[in-house]
């Protein structure tokens, strides 16, 4: 065997020289499948096939062909290859082209340099007297005539050593053809070797046909499925462990270590050691480029592989896999609509790709596009029914929708089918703990996962919550202190980490240390919705304890910090009632007339916890119970119930009639009191009554100043009177007032609707689904209206 040159496209062949051809079988087959565009002459001869532009781009990088060359393509007549249209900017300079090619062309002159010098060595080995050239400053070294302390003798003895080692390697390589490949990677400094070593290892008898493998890894990856990529990651894994310089197998496995390193911590460094050994073998090879955004994708650092992705379509135009990367990263950052537009032109590309289908039905689920996510989604669940990612996908999708049920059902089938996911069983067993409210199976799947190793800091507190607070609710108190200390040793101060403690502390009766944990919760270290949760819940731990006035402090800075949330308010008054203080229990509930009553009720469970309203029916009672009926006080706990059972019936829980009846009665004796109209005017509006609505309103806007909420109530009575300039008028100036609160966007979106802008209620809907992730109804509603 010999190594040689394909005289047509220039690769580096070994081949019998008795059958030497001028084209390599690289060559025949772009030649057959008719993928080739130029016709090179080189050196005053035309090579025998015609070459595509990447193996043309390869030759200038190797200096096969230079500038003075000629090319034709596409009908065109010979030209200059640095004068040919397709290939000028690489010899142009400030071109970006123009600095790659010259950085590549020293790397290659450089290995080639370190070529040639070993085959002089090697014609060196073979005169007469090399022993002597080489042994006799050695030996007088040796004899200490010559002394290493002189600079000169030093250089000289080591450049002779050098010139040794050379020989030696080129002696080598006569005897073994390996060593070809092992001088190749000295001289790069290839990573990965180990690697490379190891999957050989593994296949020794892998298959060959690098192009039929890749074509087959492909496959497996459009799929999209579990099963595909590891399928693909097979296929790779065969043709690296063959061909270790494979620039396109090699960056592509890369990318799928680097994708599977969730699942398998192992494999993510070593996918980067791997794409740091294609970017030394070609770090403009199409594969590469892509790869760039793969690996930035699978790291999470979807800016970056955003980035990556459009460098990538400037270098490839049009490129369906940069596409792909670009939509994938781009859904993650949530830029819906420039997402959409690179998935659907990679999808067009690819044809059957359904993994890039998937792209697109979690950009609409992502983007509150319900309806289209749900005809993407559920068909791709019947197409790969054994899939973990489908059903992964499909619990988050109805969890949105609040179908709870369907939820944890896809939940737990994609724990099932992929059982040593961390995100599977994390999200399966959240499911199962606040939708469900099943404690015990989601401690079965939580409470080992949170003992796993090699999370992140914040994945890892995530799950020891989420596990501590299973382990309570199942009754393992002991394991939930456990999990609750090494949540606090992880995240120290955190407040729901040292709340979770706390929880389980006091159920082991402990309240002494229970209360010690909560006092080191910093409430700075969270945002104010999670701190709102935090009070709340710290409410509830002394409500527990019969601590009223500490749950009092409590209750009260969640009401402070989120005004417009009704639960922490109504357990307030509950509290003030315990205390004694029936005016302060009276205010809060008669106060609450401009607050969304149906949000609340409306909540996702996993996006907001807790959402668990008190008993409305026994704070009626403790009202009656507590506040004489001929004291001042008294005056208005009629009110107050009729307030409590408006607000039940507009959450949906109770019918609206036993509250209409309930206001009607007290307005008898309190027709002027604002608070109540208002309540009366929702009435008006759950039963699409814009004219009621719009009487009791505009007494409202008549005596007291306009209020946000009280603009969009106007704004959706006048919707639902067909009067448009007042609808817009009236949210006009509600958006003035307070702009950007969610109550006034939401009830907009119904008014759009109202009056029969539906494209215009969808798009606004979105914008309000999109801001609060929590808000179920908003995305019922889209649903409902996207199918019709």
């Not at 070593?270 to 050994?277: P, T």
Request: hydrophobic share 45%; aromatic share 6%.
């Amino acid at each position: 065997m010999s190594r040689t040159y394909c005289y047509s496209c220039g690769a580096e062949a070994e081949t019998d020289p008795a059958r030497l051809l001028p084209m390599c079988a690289s060559c025949v087959s772009i030649a057959r499948d008719g993928e080739a565009r130029y016709a090179v002459v080189r050196e005053g001869a035309r090579a025998e096939t015609q070459l595509t532009s990447d193996q043309v781009l390869e030759q200038l990088r190797t200096g096969i062909l230079s500038a003075e060359d000629h090319v034709a393509g596409r009908g065109r007549t010979y030209l200059r290859v640095d004068q040919h249209p397709d290939f000028a900017p690489f010899f142009t300079p400030h071109d970006p082209r123009y600095a790659s090619l010259r950085q590549q062309q020293k790397a290659e002159a450089s290995v080639v340099a370190t070529r040639r010098r070993r085959r002089v060595l090697d014609a060196a080995l073979r005169v007469a007297g090399v022993v002597a050239l080489i042994g006799g400053p050695v030996a007088l070294w040796q004899a200490g005539i010559l002394s290493m302390d002189n600079p000169t003798v030093a250089g000289v003895v080591g450049s002779v050593g050098s010139l040794f080692d050379d020989a030696v390697l080129t002696v080598r390589k006569a005897v073994d053809e390996d060593v070809a490949v092992e001088q190749l990677e000295q001289s790069r400094g290839l990573p990965g070797k180990e690697i490379i070593a190891s999957l050989q290892q593994k296949w020794p008898d892998a298959p060959g046909g690098g192009a039929d493998r890749m074509k087959l890894a492909w496959i497996g990856l459009f799929q999209g499925t579990r099963e595909g990529v590891e399928s693909a990651r097979r296929e790779l894994e065969w043709a690296v462990a063959v061909a270790p310089e494979d620039v396109e197998a090699v960056s592509v496995l890369a990318v799928v270590y680097a994708e599977l390193g969730d699942e398998d911590p192992e494999l993510r460094p070593q996918g980067v050691e791997l794409f740091r050994r294609a970017l030394v073998l070609d770090e403009d090879h199409p594969a590469v480029l892509r790869g760039h955004a793969g690996m930035a994708l699978a790291g999470d650092a979807y800016g970056e592989a955003a980035e990556k992705a459009r460098q990538c379509l400037v270098k490839i135009p049009d490129d369906p896999f940069c596409n792909w990367y670009l939509g994938a990263a781009l859904v993650q950052l949530r830029q819906f609509s420039e997402a959409t537009d690179a998935l659907l032109r990679a999808s067009a590309a690819l044809g059957d790709a359904p993994a890039v289908d998937l792209e697109l039905g979690r950009a609409a689920m992502e983007s509150c596009r319900y309806a289209e996510a749900q005809a993407t989604l559920e068909p791709y669940a019947k197409r790969y029914p054994d899939d973990p990612g489908i059903h992964l996908l499909l619990a988050d999708f109805y969890r949105q929708l609040g179908q709870y049920d369907k939820a944890v059902s896809h939940g737990q089938l994609a724990a099932k089918l992929n059982p040593t996911s961390r995100r599977t069983r994390e999200t399966a067993g959240v499911l199962l703990l606040y939708a469900a409210e099943r404690p015990r199976a989601a401690a079965d799947l939580l409470v080992p996962l949170s003992e796993e190793k090699g999370m992140e800091r914040d994945e890892r507190a995530r799950i020891l919550l989420h596990a501590s607070r299973a382990a309570l609710g199942a009754g393992q108190i002991p394991t939930a202190i456990r999990l609750g200390r090494t949540l606090t040793e992880a995240r120290p101060g955190w407040p729901p980490g040292q709340l979770a403690l706390a929880q389980a502390l006091l159920a082991s009766g402990d309240p002494a240390a229970a209360e010690e944990s909560l006092k080191l919760a910093d409430e700075t270290a969270v945002d104010e919705a999670l701190a709102a949760r935090y009070h709340l819940e710290a409410g509830r731990f002394f409500t527990q304890q019969n601590r009223t006035r500490h749950a009092s402090f409590e209750l009260e800075s969640a009401r402070d910090m989120r005004p417009d949330w009704l639960t922490p308010r109504l357990e307030l008054a509950q509290n003030y009632l315990e205390l004694g203080n029936g005016r302060g229990a009276l205010d809060i509930i008669l106060e609450s007339w401009w607050i969304d009553a149906a949000q609340d009720q409306g909540r996702d469970p996993v996006q907001l916890i807790p959402v668990e309203w008190p008993d409305i029916e026994a704070l009626q009672n403790r009202l009656v119970k507590d506040i004489p009926a001929g004291s001042a006080l008294g005056q208005d706990v009629p009110m107050a119930i009729a307030v409590l059972e408006t607000i039940h019936c507009i959450s949906g829980d109770t019918d609206c009639r036993r509250a209409r009846q309930m206001l009607e009665a007290v307005r008898q004796e309190r027709a002027d009191d604002i608070r109540l109209i208002a309540w009366l005017a929702r009435l008006e509006l759950e039963e699409k009554d814009g004219d009621g609505a719009e009487d009791l309103l505009g007494l409202i806007r008549a005596s007291e100043e306009e209020t946000a909420h009280i603009l969009a109530l106007s704004g959706y009575a006048a919707a639902l009177r067909g009067r448009a300039a007042d609808m817009e008028k009236h949210f006009a100036l509600a958006e003035r007032i307070d702009p950007g609160t969610s109550t006034v966007a939401r009830h907009h979106v119904y008014a759009l609707f109202a009056i029969g802008r539906t494209e215009e209620a969808i798009a606004l809907g979105r914008e309000v689904a999109a801001a609060d992730p929590g808000d179920v109804r908003i995305r019922r509603f889209l649903l409902e209206q996207e199918s019709h």
